[in-house]
C-alpha cells in the first residue's frame, strides 16, 4: 500500500522566514503527490501535485514543493511565510484500486507562523 | 475546479439516532468520496460512490453503518447511522477534478466544507 509520512507534528516559524513542511513517501511504481491546506473551521484546499517532469512544482498562494526521488520527499515550501498561511497542511499520495483511485493522507503537519 | 456544498454544515446529535449529510457538487462527476477525519486526526476514506452503483467501502467501514446514496451524477448522501460519541467527527465529501474521470486522471480531489458532528 502506498503511505506517506509527516514526521513534524507542527512547525513554527517567523513571519518573513521560509518555511519547509516536510513530507516523505512510501510508494510502488512512480508516486503521484499532493499537498493541500486546511484552515480552521474548512474543507481542505488542494495546493499542488506532482506527476512528472520538474522536481520543483510551483502551486498555489506562493507555495512550491520539491520532489526528491532519492530521499523518496515531497517537501512543501515557501520563500516567506505570512501569518495567514497558518493552518493545517497535508500531505497525500495516490494510490490504484480495483475501482479507481484514492487519495491517502499524512497525518498533518500544523504551521504557524509568528509576526 | 468545482463547487462542492454539503448540508449540515454543522449538528450537534444525540447518541443512538441517525444523520444524513447531503454533498451536491456544481457538475457532473463520476466518482464521490466520502472522507472522515477525527478530532486531531488525518482524514480516512469511508467510502466510493459511484453513480447507479453500489458504494464500495474501505476496511472497517460498513454499509449498515454508513449508508450511501449516489441517484445522480451531481448528488450524494452519507448516512451516520446509530450514532455514539465516538462517531463525532467531519465528513468530508470529495469529488475528483475534471470531468469523465475514468480512473486514470491523476486523482486530485476537490472537497466540501465538511460537515461536523457533535454526539452527545
Known amino acids: 500500500a502506498q503511505s506517506v509520512a509527516q514526521p513534524e507534528d507542527q512547525v513554527n516559524v517567523a513571519e518573513g522566514n521560509p518555511l519547509t513542511v516536510k513530507c516523505t513517501y512510501s510508494?510502488?511504481?512512480?508516486?503521484?503527490l499532493f499537498w493541500y491546506v486546511q484552515y480552521p473551521n474548512r474543507g481542505l484546499q488542494f495546493l499542488l501535485k506532482?506527476?512528472?517532469?520538474?522536481?520543483l512544482v510551483k502551486g498555489s498562494y506562493g507555495f512550491e514543493a520539491e520532489f526528491n526521488k532519492s530521499q523518496t520527499s515531497f517537501h512543501l515550501k515557501k520563500p516567506s511565510a505570512l501569518v495567514s498561511d497558518s493552518a493545517l497542511y497535508f500531505c497525500a499520495v495516490r494510490e490504484r484500486m480495483e475501482y479507481g483511485n484514492k487519495l491517502v493522507f499524512g497525518a498533518g503537519t500544523i504551521l504557524r507562523v509568528k509576526s | 475546479s468545482a463547487v462542492i456544498s454539503q448540508k449540515p454544515s454543522r449538528d450537534i446529535c444525540q447518541r443512538g439516532t441517525s444523520l444524513t449529510i447531503q454533498c451536491q457538487v456544481d457538475?457532473?462527476?463520476?466518482?464521490m468520496f466520502w472522507y472522515r477525519q477525527q478530532p486531531g486526526q488525518s482524514l480516512t476514506l469511508i467510502a466510493t460512490a459511484n453513480q447507479g452503483s453500489e458504494a464500495t467501502y474501505e476496511s472497517g467501514f460498513v454499509i449498515d453503518k454508513f449508508p450511501i446514496s449516489r441517484p445522480n451524477l451531481t448528488f450524494s448522501t452519507l448516512t451516520v447511522s446509530n450514532m455514539s460519541p465516538e462517531d463525532s467527527s467531519i465528513y468530508l465529501c470529495?469529488?475528483?477534478?475534471?470531468?469523465?474521470?475514468?480512473?486514470?486522471?491523476?486523482?486530485?480531489?476537490?472537497f466540501g466544507e465538511g460537515s461536523r458532528l457533535t454526539v452527545l
Open positions: 506532482y506527476i512528472t517532469g520538474d522536481n
Open positions: 510508494v510502488s511504481g512512480n508516486p503521484y
Open positions: 470529495s469529488v475528483v477534478a475534471g470531468q469523465g474521470y475514468d480512473g486514470t486522471n491523476t486523482g486530485e480531489l476537490f
Open positions: 457538475s457532473q462527476v463520476t466518482m
